[in-house]
């Protein structure tokens, strides 16, 4: 612990004294930690926000609940407001309802008693507390298990999909010596500066002809084949030496065992890393799952969400509360796969 | 078995050609070593016939089968690679059963082949480890064994012992001598260091810029090569070489001495470093003068320079007591001479 404490506190300035360059390291640490985990952690913060709090202006950093009492003679617990008297005294009050620009309220210790209350002569009573139903009701009213499933099917699919092709392409691409193989990487390559918007009415044309519409796999299929895992792929199975594949041909390995047994165990670390990406990806897609599907019983997470977003009225809470949830997948996949981006078990072995 | 033939074999790399036509017939059983200078194709004919590479031109017999379009799985031959191309994410027994699974041998038999393969190369503690866990030699030791229990018809080997260090590469070197008296298998050795080749081989081909220069026993190459290039690349320190010039019969080296030549015109003279001795004082010999001694203990080696002729190197028994700068004759016999015509080709 001693040691932990004394590497992040360390110093450049001598005798306790700071630098300037312990100055900035602190700003520019704090600086980052505050832009790179600010959003993320004011999501998570709001998420636990009921809407008349997410509305408020200015925004508190934490969510706040506000308190309620049982009054004998109501059935709901009415919510509390701090009232400042006309004589400058203050006392808790319970609000039975609103009307116009006063409130009728109560002391909740002598029922009998009605009082009017102007609006801007109370403020209301709360705590620090989580609005969990933010949570809880899209899971019982929203078909948020059917959207959760379509999602982890598209996703699962779609990335296994990405890696096996995307990883025999890069293996001809680069262990098998053909005319206009460089060509075929360069317009593979090329394909990257073609943005999705811009091919999306005919492969919308495309998808529709054979059929696809309104199908989980019509989301799938279009996305598998990716220029970025590809290169990615290619990249690093060029690192793996020749001698491995000839050492194999001479064991009488058939060319799809020297992919499935040689190849794709020693690119590991680049298929995590293409894994990782193509379950964000996927997982984020939004636009191309709009077009194609239309009927409610097929959207994926991000389509469902997007019903909370009326023309009229956004119900910002559950969208929060959501967002925080489809992140949860993508969360854990990161941590369970990011070794595999750091450690390389290619390479040893020879020499 | 593992007679193997190769007859007129070219290979181009696109229109660089660098096999010009090799002709060789390697017997059954034979321990032939591929030798010479980097780039001079040993390699790539090592490759040729693994089938790793296939020939522009020519054909290449096993044992009386033309495998020239064979792939390399079909030749029946196993080769040890020089970066001995272990597979990295699998273990020594793994490795072993590779080749085996791959031909579909039933389990028991796998079993048994790696078991004997791992106990006669001593590596059977390391079955259970990956490559990356392995020193140098083990790796080299499990990189034979894959190409053992295949049971080829011959074995490739190229540079096996290059990535080792010296001490263990004089170990490994008796090791696979051993190991090819017991199997009797023919052995097709790859190399640039001549002591291998001269002390594994049955027979070594001595190659340059992808011709065949010469092929023979070692002990031959030594006492006869047919060439320039063989009498300068045979032997360490490399040959002492002489330009003189043959009339009616007789040639003047330099310092005067008369030597008797079957030739006319120019030639070049060749004496190994070993085949100098100090001269009497009355004897013929090469007058010199000393400017680098390198006393090894059980032998000195000097390097000299005779007066219009160059540099000459002599490899003398014992330590002895000279200074630089000092004059020496060298005395040798004509017995050890080697004579060369001006086209490079051995006279007589």
Same mark, same amino acid.
């Given at each position: 612990?001693?040691?932990v404490?004394?590497?992040?506190?360390?110093?450049?300035?001598?005798a306790?004294?700071?630098?300037?360059?312990?100055?900035?390291?602190?700003?520019?640490?704090?600086?980052?930690?505050?832009?790179?985990?600010?959003?993320?952690?004011?999501?998570?913060?709001?998420?636990?926000k009921?809407?008349?709090?997410?509305?408020?202006?200015?925004?508190?950093?934490?969510?706040?609940?506000?308190?309620v009492?049982k &009054?004998?003679?109501?059935?709901?617990?009415? *919510? =509390? #407001?701090? !009232?400042?008297?006309e004589? /400058?005294?203050?006392?808790?009050?319970?609000?039975?309802?609103?009307?116009?620009?006063?409130?009728?309220?109560?002391?909740?210790?002598?029922?009998?008693?009605?009082?009017?209350?102007?609006?801007?002569?109370?403020?209301?009573?709360?705590?620090?507390?989580?609005?969990?139903n933010?949570?809880?009701?899209?899971f019982?009213?929203?078909?948020?298990?059917?959207?959760?499933?379509n999602?982890?099917?598209?996703?699962?699919?779609?990335?296994?999909?990405?890696?096996?092709?995307n990883?025999?392409?890069a293996?001809a691409?680069?262990?098998?010596?053909?005319?206009g193989?460089?060509?075929v990487?360069l317009?593979i390559?090329?394909?990257?500066? &073609?943005?999705?918007?811009?091919?999306?009415? *005919? =492969? #919308?044309? !495309?998808?529709?002809?054979? /059929?696809?519409?309104?199908s989980?796999?019509?989301?799938?299929?279009?996305?598998i084949?990716?220029?970025?895992?590809?290169?990615?792929?290619?990249?690093?199975?060029?690192?793996?030496?020749?001698?491995?594949?000839?050492?194999a041909?001479?064991d009488?390995?058939?060319?799809?065992?020297?992919?499935?047994?040689?190849?794709?165990?020693?690119?590991?670390?680049?298929?995590?890393?293409l894994?990782?990406?193509?379950?964000?990806?996927?997982?984020?897609?939004?636009?191309?799952?709009?077009?194609?599907?239309?009927?409610?019983?097929?959207?994926?997470?991000?389509?469902?969400?997007?019903?909370?977003?009326g023309?009229?009225?956004?119900?910002?809470?559950?969208?929060?509360a959501?967002?925080?949830v489809?992140?949860?997948?993508?969360?854990?996949?990161?941590?369970?796969?990011?070794?595999?981006?750091?450690?390389?078990?290619?390479?040893?072995?020879?020499? | 078995?593992?007679?193997?033939?190769?007859?007129?074999?070219?290979k181009?790399?696109?229109?660089?050609?660098?096999i010009?036509?090799?002709?060789?017939?390697?017997?059954?059983?034979?321990?032939?070593?591929?030798?010479?200078?980097?780039?001079?194709?040993?390699s790539?004919l090592?490759?040729?016939?693994?089938?790793?590479?296939?020939?522009t031109?020519?054909?290449?017999?096993?044992?009386?089968?033309?495998?020239?379009?064979?792939?390399?799985?079909?030749?029946?031959?196993?080769?040890?690679?020089q970066s001995?191309a272990?597979?990295?994410?699998?273990t020594?027994?793994?490795?072993?059963?590779?080749?085996?699974?791959?031909?579909?041998?039933?389990?028991?038999?796998?079993?048994a082949?790696?078991?004997?393969?791992?106990?006669?190369?001593?590596?059977d503690?390391?079955?259970?480890?990956?490559?990356?866990?392995?020193?140098?030699?083990?790796?080299?030791?499990?990189?034979?064994?894959?190409?053992?229990v295949?049971?080829?018809?011959?074995?490739?080997?190229?540079?096996?012992?290059?990535?080792?260090?010296?001490?263990?590469?004089?170990?490994?070197?008796?090791?696979?001598?051993?190991?090819?008296?017991r199997?009797?298998?023919?052995?097709?050795?790859v190399?640039h260091?001549?002591?291998?080749?001269?002390?594994?081989?049955?027979?070594?081909?001595?190659?340059?810029?992808?011709?065949?220069e010469?092929?023979?026993?070692?002990?031959?190459?030594?006492n006869?090569?047919?060439?320039?290039?063989?009498?300068?690349?045979i032997?360490a320190?490399?040959?002492?070489?002489?330009?003189?010039?043959?009339?009616?019969?007789?040639?003047?080296?330099?310092?005067?001495?008369?030597?008797?030549?079957v030739?006319?015109g120019?030639?070049?003279?060749?004496?190994?470093?070993?085949?100098?001795?100090?001269?009497?004082?009355?004897?013929?010999?090469?007058?010199?003068?000393?400017?680098?001694i390198?006393?090894?203990?059980?032998?000195t080696?000097?390097?000299a320079?005779?007066?219009?002729?160059?540099?000459?190197?002599?490899?003398?028994?014992?330590?002895l007591?000279?200074?630089?700068?000092?004059?020496?004759r060298?005395?040798?016999?004509?017995?050890?001479?080697?004579?060369?015509?001006?086209?490079?080709?051995?006279?007589?």
């Amino acid at each position: 612990m001693n040691a932990v404490r004394n590497f992040v506190f360390a110093r450049r300035g001598r005798a306790g004294k700071w630098h300037w360059t312990d100055i900035v390291t602190w700003i520019w640490l704090i600086g980052g930690t505050i832009i790179m985990f600010g959003p993320a952690l004011w999501l998570i913060s709001s998420s636990f926000k009921g809407p008349a709090q997410l509305a408020e202006f200015p925004p508190t950093l934490l969510p706040y609940v506000q308190e309620v009492a049982k &009054v004998e003679g109501y059935d709901a617990p009415l *919510p =509390l #407001y701090q !009232v400042t008297q006309e004589d /400058g005294s203050t006392r808790v009050m319970a609000e039975i309802r609103r009307i116009g620009t006063s409130a009728q309220m109560v002391d909740p210790a002598n029922p009998e008693e009605r009082v009017s209350v102007r609006l801007t002569d109370r403020q209301p009573v709360r705590e620090v507390g989580l609005a969990i139903n933010n949570y809880t009701d899209p899971f019982l009213a929203f078909d948020f298990m059917r959207y959760l499933g379509n999602s982890v099917f598209v996703t699962v699919m779609a990335t296994l999909l990405t890696l096996l092709t995307n990883s025999m392409a890069a293996f001809a691409l680069s262990k098998y010596r053909f005319k206009g193989r460089d060509a075929v990487m360069l317009l593979i390559v090329a394909t990257l500066m &073609v943005p999705l918007s811009v091919i999306l009415v *005919p =492969l #919308y044309s !495309v998808v529709s002809s054979v /059929g696809l519409l309104n199908s989980l796999w019509g989301v799938i299929l279009p996305t598998i084949a990716t220029p970025t895992g590809v290169f990615l792929l290619r990249q690093y199975m060029l690192t793996i030496p020749d001698e491995l594949i000839e050492a194999a041909r001479m064991d009488h390995a058939s060319e799809w065992q020297i992919y499935w047994r040689i190849i794709l165990p020693l690119a590991a670390p680049a298929l995590a890393v293409l894994a990782i990406f193509s379950v964000v990806w996927r997982w984020n897609d939004f636009l191309w799952p709009l077009i194609v599907l239309s009927r409610r019983e097929l959207y994926t997470l991000q389509i469902g969400l997007n019903t909370y977003a009326g023309e009229l009225n956004v119900q910002w809470h559950y969208i929060l509360a959501m967002t925080v949830v489809t992140m949860i997948p993508v969360v854990l996949v990161f941590i369970f796969l990011q070794r595999f981006i750091t450690t390389g078990i290619a390479g040893a072995g020879i020499k | 078995m593992g007679r193997i033939v190769l007859k007129n074999i070219r290979k181009a790399f696109d229109a660089v050609e660098v096999i010009h036509g090799v002709d060789l017939e390697i017997k059954e059983g034979e321990l032939v070593v591929f030798v010479g200078p980097s780039g001079c194709g040993k390699s790539t004919l090592l490759r040729l016939i693994a089938g790793l590479d296939t020939p522009t031109s020519g054909s290449i017999e096993i044992d009386g089968r033309d495998v020239t379009k064979a792939g390399a799985a079909d030749r029946g031959l196993a080769m040890v690679f020089q970066s001995y191309a272990l597979y990295p994410h699998m273990t020594v027994r793994q490795n072993l059963s590779f080749g085996l699974e791959n031909q579909r041998m039933p389990k028991a038999e796998i079993a048994a082949r790696v078991d004997e393969a791992a106990r006669m190369l001593e590596i059977d503690e390391l079955l259970g480890r990956r490559p990356t866990q392995l020193s140098g030699g083990q790796r080299q030791r499990v990189a034979i064994g894959r190409a053992i229990v295949r049971n080829p018809t011959a074995f490739l080997l190229d540079e096996p012992l290059s990535n080792l260090d010296a001490e263990l590469r004089g170990t490994m070197r008796a090791e696979l001598s051993a190991l090819h008296a017991r199997l009797s298998t023919t052995m097709i050795y790859v190399t640039h260091d001549q002591v291998e080749a001269m002390t594994l081989a049955d027979r070594i081909v001595v190659l340059r810029k992808g011709v065949i220069e010469q092929v023979d026993t070692p002990l031959n190459l030594y006492n006869k090569p047919q060439n320039l290039f063989v009498a300068g690349f045979i032997g360490a320190p490399n040959m002492n070489f002489f330009k003189v010039e043959v009339k009616s019969g007789k040639a003047e080296l330099p310092g005067g001495a008369q030597i008797a030549v079957v030739h006319e015109g120019p030639v070049t003279l060749g004496l190994r470093p070993q085949h100098l001795r100090l001269a009497q004082p009355e004897e013929r010999a090469i007058a010199a003068e000393v400017f680098l001694i390198e006393s090894l203990g059980a032998e000195t080696v000097l390097h000299a320079n005779v007066e219009g002729a160059g540099q000459i190197i002599t490899v003398l028994d014992g330590q002895l007591d000279i200074a630089r700068g000092a004059p020496i004759r060298l005395a040798f016999d004509d017995a050890n001479l080697h004579a060369f015509d001006a086209a490079g080709q051995r006279i007589g």
